[in-house]
């Protein structure tokens, strides 16, 4: 859709012409996978997908939400006084629940709004299309009511709704760089203290290719919060043998020679995960900023491999699409990105063969698995903002 369509929508929808645009990305992670909840590092960048919303005060204490999305579901109507999660509100208890969380952390939200929600990230496709209605509703009411927050409580409000409001015990990756992304950087973020540095992306006749198995991930229902009390539990029996505070306090070689202790062999496996991709995330931003896209691939890689066999959170779409990559010409490396269990992988393939890339992956993935992936190519971008409506043309 572009910008006059959904503005016909908005004011078909609510009869009205004037609002304000927003807008928050969706984003990939390059590597550090798993490690955000763990204490550890991750390299993600925004990408230019996303969530636009179309906003105007009203004059009563009422929302009124509507997404061209999901237009079955019609207009989701809640109140300022009654901010509590409903099943049936379904998609809008992302928006509400920043509505209650920046409510509840002191933020004078005085009145309703009516707002209308587009996005172009593939729904369930693991790029972070909730931390994206998050982040993009968190700044639409930063402006809309003149709140005074600091963007860094932004992402910690957008992670304390996707833990407490929605029930998904996430770490701070996803609206961290939904936040905070720059255009044509990733953002090496230690999840522990929150410190992080911005590094370019030079990919010199390179390019990132999103490849979307086209399995829908449904992380409320996945294997996800399993994941996590594996970790947790595989933390506490190594903090009766080590100062740690997280996993990603330890080096490979300092899991090594604790690792015994950890006798059940899924939780030992677990938590290698963690500890050994913590340690390829920071050598891979290393390798980035020397420009060495070789190691930053085979980095990528091994990424994948430890997510399959270790953390056991890839599944047959994903491994038929990532390893169906290895094989093209042209692939420095390739993986899954995101929580897993179907969604998206990506690849770093020299633009020179991308077209031939994406008809070979194609192929070999539908011929294993039976139906079609998608293929876009990725475009860095900035984090969550107002936009003025001559920003874009298409969205």
């Known amino acids: 859709m572009n910008v006059e369509q959904l503005s016909r929508l908005f004011k078909e929808t609510f009869a009205a012409d004037h609002f304000r645009l927003f807008f928050a ?13 763990n204490g550890g590092y991750v390299f993600p960048c925004a990408i230019t997908f996303g969530t636009y919303a179309l906003a105007r005060k009203r004059n009563d204490r009422v929302f009124r939400m509507y997404s061209a999305n999901f237009p079955e579901r019609g207009i989701i109507t809640f109140d300022l006084d009654d901010l509590a999660y409903k099943k049936e509100h379904d998609w809008a208890n992302y928006p509400k629940g920043m509505v209650k969380m920046l409510a509840d952390a002191g933020h004078p939200i005085d009145g309703g709004a009516d707002v209308l929600f587009y996005g172009n990230i593939p729904n369930g496709a693991g790029l972070s299309s909730s931390a994206s209605i998050e982040m993009a509703t968190g700044v639409m009411l930063e402006k809309l009511f003149g709140l005074s927050v600091d963007r860094l409580e932004l992402v910690k409000i957008g992670k304390k709704v996707e833990n407490e409001f929605i029930g998904v015990n996430s770490g701070i990756m996803d609206q961290f760089a939904v936040g905070m992304g ?3 950087t990733a953002i090496l973020l230690d999840c522990n203290t929150l410190k ?4 370019p992306i030079r990919l010199d006749g390179c390019r990132i290719v999103i490849m979307n198995t086209n399995k829908r991930r449904e992380l409320a229902g996945s294997k996800y919060n399993e994941r996590r009390k594996e970790c947790d539990t595989a933390l506490q029996i190594l903090r009766r043998h080590a100062d740690i505070q997280s996993l990603g306090d330890l080096t490979p070689e300092q899991f090594e020679d604790l690792s015994p202790h950890l006798t059940d062999p899924v939780v030992r496996r677990r938590a290698k995960h963690a500890v050994y991709e913590n340690a390829r995330t920071i050598r ?3 390798a ?11 980095l990528m890689n091994e990424s994948h491999i430890s997510l399959r066999d270790d953390y056991e959170v890839t599944g047959p779409e994903l491994d038929a699409i990532v390893e169906a990559a290895w094989e093209q010409e042209g692939v420095l490396g ?3 990105t995101g929580a897993g269990f179907g969604g998206c992988a990506i690849a770093i393939v020299e633009t020179e063969q991308i077209p031939r890339f994406i008809e070979n992956v194609g192929r070999i993935y539908k011929e294993k698995i039976g139906y079609e992936a998608a293929f876009y190519h990725v475009t ?8 003025a409506a001559g920003e874009f043309d298409l969205v």
């Open 288 to 298: 980035l900023k020397r420009n060495d896209l070789q190691l930053f691939g085979r």
């Open 25 to 37: 990305p969706g984003r990939i992670n390059l590597i550090g996978e798993h490690t955000d909840y």
């Open 196 to 199: 992080y540095e911005y590094y």
């Open 182 to 184: 720059k255009k044509d």
């Open 334 to 336: 390739a993986r899954m």
């Open 284 to 286: 891979a931003a290393e």
């Open 380 to 387: 860095i971008g900035d984090g969550a903002k107002e936009l």
